[in-house]
């Protein structure tokens, strides 16, 4: 008897602990979901989302759109133009003899997700140029999740309307993920949908922000990040050289298309989080390069004749040297700082590229009157 009912006493406690467990992580979980949300809400002028479906390309931005989101690391405002462009610049078609046009084109960090317009890098690249000179214009074109193959498809879209003088494709590692040939038929339209299905503890509010802590740590966030290395595995096997090999061809369409109409063709390169950390902290991780994917890609433009501006050694010295974070720690594209150090640097290199193809030019950048 005395057995049973100790069996019994125990049982009880161990039931009154985990009550106790329990109604602890009730509390918890409601304390952040008051005072420190953690997910992420969108808000649609009119009930019409950002993205619209696009026979082609599989969804483009939708014209006129306005959409708030808001997260634990930022509030933006997202404001599409009639021309379905992330663009307050307007652009005269034809466009004016005088005029010297950058046709920019992009994913999330063309776009500027997770900042408000004037703080993204294609904005402060056009204010550092037009303080400079008073006929250069930049189109920017950037939508949220396209890839190589898509900005090839929307380039061929866009170029007889603004005629551009260069073209810039914006370029990072997980593109290699979903670039496939051109011939592959239409883009998959998923993307256009709100949201993605979330697993159980994603949905629990504590959960993720005990995550965000622990990614505030480099070392922890390269552990936790073990799914980005794919793309740096050195050496590299057959999947990743493959997807390489789509990459260089969709390149070379995109080269021989800006030949072709006489543009000149620029590669812009910014690197994932992951590997700014990596790289700044000298991290020695076995059988991965960072630099790799710089190293393949910028060896290839020399050899068929265009540009290509890696960003990665100059975000990896800043953040080696200031411990700044130039991307939001849990979405992972660039922040303020970030977008300021990349248009810094591809403000530099595009100049220098300006001026080695002044001859090659229409027509000479004008300085501003001082």
């Not at 106790?20 to 997910?39: A, C, N, Y």
Request: aromatic content about 10%; proline content about 5%; hydrophobic content about 40%.
């Amino acid at each position: 008897m005395k057995g049973g009912a100790g069996i019994k006493i125990t049982l009880r406690d161990v039931f009154i602990i985990s009550i106790i467990m329990i109604g602890l992580i009730v509390v918890f979980e409601l304390f952040i979901r008051i005072f420190f949300p953690q997910d992420t809400s969108n808000s649609y002028l009119n009930n019409q989302s950002l993205g619209i479906n696009d026979e082609l390309l599989g969804y483009r931005n939708r014209p006129n759109a306005v959409t708030q989101v808001k997260s634990p690391e930022f509030s933006v405002e997202y404001k599409i133009n009639r021309d379905g462009l992330r663009d307050a610049t307007p652009h005269l078609n034809p466009k004016p003899q005088e005029n010297i046009r950058v046709l920019l084109l992009g994913d999330s960090f063309t776009f500027g997700h997770g900042n408000n317009y004037d703080k993204i890098w294609p904005v402060l690249v056009e204010q550092k140029l037009t303080k400079q000179f008073r006929n250069i214009e930049i189109v920017k074109a950037g939508v949220l999740g396209y890839d190589t193959r898509q900005e090839l498809l929307y380039l061929e879209r866009l170029f007889p309307i603004y005629t551009p003088d260069l073209v810039v494709i914006v370029f990072l590692p997980n593109d290699l993920a979903t670039n496939s040939p051109v011939a592959s038929g239409p883009t998959d339209k998923s993307v256009v949908s709100s949201k993605s299905p979330k697993n159980s503890l994603d949905m629990m509010q504590s959960f993720l922000f005990g995550k965000r802590l622990l990614i505030s740590n480099d070392r922890l966030y390269v552990h936790l990040k073990k799914g980005l290395v794919e793309y740096y595995a050195s050496p590299m096997d057959e999947a990743l050289k493959e997807k390489i090999s789509i990459t260089k061809e969709l390149l070379l369409e995109i080269s021989s298309y800006c030949k072709k109409n006489h543009a000149i063709f620029v590669v812009l390169s910014i690197p994932q989080h992951y590997q700014v950390i990596v790289k700044s902290n000298d991290y020695k991780l076995e059988n991965l390069d960072v630099d790799n994917i710089d190293r393949i890609f910028s060896e290839f433009a020399r050899e068929n004749g265009f540009y290509w501006i890696t960003t990665l050694p100059e975000l990896s010295r800043s953040y080696h040297e200031k411990k700044e974070d130039l991307y939001f720690r849990h979405d992972g594209h660039l922040n303020s700082p970030g977008n300021y150090l990349v248009a810094e640097v591809f403000t530099k290199e595009f100049l220098g590229i300006l001026n080695q193809n002044s001859s090659r030019l229409h027509t000479s950048i004008v300085p501003v009157s001082p």
